[in-house]
DNA sequence: CGAGGGTTTGAAGTGCATCAAATAGTGTGG
DNA sequence: CCACACTATTTGATGCACTTCAAACCCTCG
């Protein structure tokens, strides 16, 4: 298959595109192109001028901001079929934040200008973008909260919940996405509060731990422990397609 | 002058409606009109179906939400100027937050379906909206940071920039635009708190505490104190418009 | 003047960060 | 397949920031 056919393939399937004009998708496939980046590398920084925005197809992306004295605050970690960049078309064309691999990644880049035009153009893509927006910004409301009201062993537990399915509350064994310093660093804390954080997860609501794989026993137990903390019950719609939501 | 003619005035000159068609608006005013909240009352409920939006023309209100477990998080504190409840026409038609009056409030109050259907049928509206959203979640995304990189006093003197007109350094005197503890709340933080590190400011910086007017009398100082634990230097534009857009 | 809020101050506790060191895990070259 | 190097993770000890509970203070307003 060549990339072009990839390409169409995966953005007629993604919310913010399916409502693209045909002749206007096949403009951004012409326009788009797979990359590959490498761990560690930066895809952009924020404030730079914003040209492109991506998609991911593999792999991890991390989106940061770096503050005056040096210290990092990770905004999210973003995995298959989620989009990066793309606000920057209403944020004076400056990326609201840096983004870099967090392993070796597949995106396909795709001209702001030409999302730009297509909104303008096309009152269905303006108002997918809207609904996009809503559903970003509501995920970015549950992160503050949670940030704020839920403890450290709490944060783990809900993060936890969202990696599994959320339909049934039976036992489940999850793998963590990442390194646990990475996930730490996700849940706003530090490597050493994260471990030890874990450990009182266990005690808890006995949950067992085994390197980087983690089986929940007593799933009830962890989520009224968890979600307590929390202005929303258990399934945290939001929030499931965060981890989940993916293209392949 | 009626009323009617009141709410037009005031929303030909709001971003969000001055793109409105001149018939649309109309039918706005028609369809909505000014209310007035006692000190304490409860405008709406976080997740409860969404039927108008508001418009704040004096007065504030405070936007929350509250956890299973009873505690509150303040989301924002509104002024004359702000919308409210807006973005639930793509949030599912409910509430993301609640919102109560802080003092006696007037607002304007609108129907959600004809923003709705002038977003649907007006390009030059979804772009306004569009454009609305990203502001609203960059002032968001600041928040966050700020909670998660600020230490108790500089969230203070960040707050207290915030409430200066940016533009100068020179001294300045700023009346605290409400009760001490509630700033204390918006900030995150507890009245105690507020009161302790308030004096830590004054040490740090040299600022004067009056009751609840505070001279800044090194601003630089106060800058360089406050606004190195953030990602941003210090005319921060965004946030600005959070205190001051007034529209009286 | 006295009641009742808001605010400040004090003392003690909690949660997380930091620094330091031990341990477990992983991949490499021999 | 093993030994080594290197990184990720855990554990321990200590400190700081903020919270909590309690009491005093202060201001305003009936």
Redesign the interface.
């Known amino acids: 298959m060549g990339e072009s056919e990839a390409i169409l393939k995966i953005l007629e399937k993604s919310p913010v595109f399916e409502n693209c004009e045909p002749t206007s998708l096949t403009q951004f496939v012409a326009q788009s192109n797979i990359i590959s980046v490498e761990k560690g590398q930066i895809l952009f920084v924020?404030e730079e001028p914003a040209k492109r925005f991506f998609m991911v197809l593999g792999g991890w992306v991390k989106l940061f901001?770096?503050?005056?004295?040096g210290?990092q605050?990770i905004?999210d970690i973003l995995p298959a079929g989620h989009l990066l960049g793309e606000?920057s078309v209403?944020?004076d064309n400056k990326y609201?934040?840096s983004a870099e691999a967090v392993e070796q990644t597949k995106l396909i880049s795709i001209p702001l200008n030409l999302l730009k035009s297509e909104?303008?153009d096309n009152?269905k893509m303006?108002?997918a973008?809207?609904?996009h927006?809503?559903?970003?910004?509501?995920q970015?409301?549950r992160?503050?909260?949670h940030?704020?009201?839920q403890n450290a062993p709490q944060r783990i537990g809900c993060f936890l919940l969202r990696l599994t399915n959320q339909r049934e509350e039976g036992p489940a064994k999850i793998q963590l996405p990442y390194d646990k310093s990475l996930v730490a660093a996700r849940l706003?804390m530090q490597p050493e509060t994260f471990s030890r954080a874990l450990s009182k997860l266990k005690e808890a609501t006995g949950l067992e731990i085994n390197g980087s794989t983690i089986s929940l026993n007593n799933v009830r137990q962890l989520i009224e422990f968890s979600?307590?903390?929390?202005?929303s019950?258990f399934p945290c719609k939001d929030l499931k397609s965060k981890a989940s939501c993916a293209t392949q």
Do not use: N, W
């Open positions: 924020h901001r770096e503050t005056l004295d210290s605050a905004i606000t209403f944020d609201p934040y909104i303008d009152p303006a108002s973008m809207l609904y927006m809503a559903k970003v910004r509501r970015q409301d992160e503050l909260e940030l704020v009201v706003g979600c307590a903390a929390c202005s019950e």
